[in-house]
């Protein structure tokens, strides 16, 4: 029960010249699924990647980080396992899939990108993967964006065009989620591609302001997973990018990409029914305003007021209070719903009718937003709700 | 449905000589329950506390502070509204608490302490608290507990005795719970008192320690309230205690009384079906472990795996990963439940079975151990998991 977000229109997923996907059916959890992405990038492709700051880092992302150093002709997706807390067996488990991969794609092994996602601290099953690559399937953007999802209730996908200087490039992107959302590069998996060229150097340094305008600005429950990554990939078979406008172009088409992912991944957060966009205003900087607007976003008592349609909005302001903004002025403090103004000056707005927020909580989109009324900055965070399939999901996850 | 706990006994609670208790019902958001409990002291007693560290902390708290630079005659607490977020209107009404429960008491204003628990944001309804002082009862320690309790299912209360080189001296204490459970002095509400006759300071540098081994080793949902707090009383009506083998003796009945209320919060806390101990050990100073088993005590994903009874606990060395500890070496990590070793040295432990550790969960009680090997300090925090009734007593609390 995803919130607003329908399945990807295939016709509206842009290939990128320069990748060939391609997908399995390994049976590495279950039979009759696709759990095996191949990404094969032409000769002189620019990658770059952020990964999960957690210090029990699966092997895959040992090894991508360390393969990331030279060129990189393919990179490997499998879900059902995240071969995570596997230790020495499974970073050789991991470098195995990066040799079969190569064999299949006439690539070295250092030259391949391994990504695992699934259940933690079992072995990868690495030869169920190896055994499935001959019968590897050419596929689109829509298989690759299925065959990475866990529990996922709905493909994640988006393309966009943009004209530069040297002619129209494409970007389209793929994201999974759905639990261990969290801030900081720790969030899920992601890869959007252009075929525009773009050097190393400056595909990276787009990768990080791209990151903080969207996948580090969501939270589905605050845990941080070991495993994830979000990737660029520029494979150059398109126009050549390197002025500081068509930089500029391109930036903005992959953060729009990356944002719409980014959300998609909210608004089918496990058990999600609202998506809620946590706005918090006039900060000193932005690491106070990130601070409270997460603070908010992983309140179990906010969450599940959410999930209530309830305006318990005390529990907004309590969340505020406990932020650790240790000179906050509480009195300066103002919070509005959508565009209701909730409380004025640090207490109950005069003309604040409880009906007023009611409405506006029970569409299953709205904005929080605090006004802390000190300074210039401000941050946003995308979250949901807190609701009885959160619990059901999470309970229930490996059954 | 609280875990291992009963009502208290009310035989075995102790009566504290220099302390009258007595409640009534007051009507504040529903009638006809015990929703005022005032709490009137000897001459001379001492008193001492610690709140809340929310920025937002309620105005009762403010005033409470504020009292209790002098001496204290009367303490009062009221359920149903926590008078936070209520600005300047909010201070006004809790001094005209003070001012009714001075007159009823024969106290300054400034004599009496206030506590209030309930919803936050909405004026506090003072002139029903002070119209129903007149037909105040004399109670018992039982019916004090139950005077409190807000969300909690079971009243809390315990007792002990101690014998000290001038006579036998009394601990009796109540907390409630049970939802924005936290560290930090920010838990709850929970009064102790003992007959013994304590300086003010060493009540005060006791209180801390106390605190340290009980309430702040707890946590529900990570919530920080606006108003709690924790109140350590010598009425002095007993023996007097100065040396210290006696401050000794006492502080130990006063650890052990907080503990015992701390736990009884944590069993009652809110959709709670286990109690878990989380123990962290060899660490390098008592921070980094109380940082850790603080990270896995409120990570959603572990505790819907305790609901579940899902030995799913790649979760808890993810949480271990994301606690924040940046030269954290996850080779060296074991981690136990109850007796059963799951992971030695960062990974699976190859005798391993998943059926022990499935044992140990389905109990109602166990202990989650990591063990860091890299120090010598440990930390432990009591918690419990996250159910179905957790997202339904608090998407219900105000309906």
């Known amino acids: 029960m995803a919130v607003n977000l329908s399945p990807p229109d295939p016709t509206q997923l842009f290939p990128v010249p320069g990748i060939e996907l391609s997908y399995a059916m390994a049976g590495i959890k279950k039979p009759g699924r696709k759990d095996v992405l191949v990404m094969r990038l032409a000769p002189g492709a620019t990658v770059a990647g952020v990964f999960t700051r957690n210090r029990f880092c699966a092997a895959p992302v040992l090894l991508a980080k360390h393969h990331l150093k030279g060129p990189v002709r393919a990179l490997v997706v499998n879900t059902g396992n995240a071969n995570a807390g596997t230790g020495k067996e499974g970073l050789k488990r991991a470098l195995a ?54 529990t996922d209730t709905v493909a994640k996908a988006c393309s966009r ?57 969501i939270t589905v429950d605050g845990d941080t997973s070991t495993n994830d990554a979000f990737m660029l990939i520029a494979t150059g078979k398109g126009p050549s990018v390197s002025s500081r406008k068509d930089l500029s172009i391109l930036e903005n088409a992959l953060t729009r990409v990356s944002q719409q992912l980014a959300q998609a991944i909210i608004r089918d957060g496990e058990g999600a029914t609202k998506f809620v966009t946590v706005t918090v205003e006039r900060g000193r900087n932005t690491a106070e305003c990130r601070r409270i607007a997460y603070t908010i976003a992983h309140s179990p008592l906010v969450k599940t007021a959410f999930f209530a349609s309830d305006p318990n909005l005390g529990r907004i302001l309590c969340a505020v209070g406990y932020a650790g903004i240790k000179d906050l002025d509480t009195d300066r403090i103002d919070l509005f719903l959508d565009g209701v103004c ?10 604040y009718v409880e009906s007023d927020a009611l409405a506006a909580m029970k569409k299953p989109e709205f904005t929080v937003r605090v006004v802390l009324n000190r300074g210039r900055t401000s941050a946003t965070v995308w979250t949901c709700d807190f609701s009885y399939d959160y619990v059901k999901i999470n309970a229930e996850y490996r059954s």
């Open 97 to 150: 899939v990066c040799n079969a991969v190569g064999k299949a794609t006439q690539a070295k092994p250092t030259q391949v990108l391994p990504f695992s996602t699934g259940v933690i601290m079992e072995q990868l099953p690495a030869d169920k993967i190896a055994n499935a690559l001959p019968s590897l399937r050419a596929g689109s953007w829509l298989d690759a964006a299925e065959a990475i999802m866990t």
């Open 161 to 217: 065009k943009v004209k530069l200087s040297g002619g129209e490039a494409v970007v389209t992107g793929i994201a999974k989620g759905s639990g261990m959302i969290h801030p900081d590069m720790a969030t899920m998996l992601s890869f959007v591609a252009t075929d525009a060229r773009v050097s190393r150097s400056n595909l990276q340094s787009m990768l990080k302001r791209v990151a903080d305008q969207s996948f580090n600005c």
């Open 342 to 351: 909730v409380v004025k000056s640090g207490s109950r707005n005069a003309s």
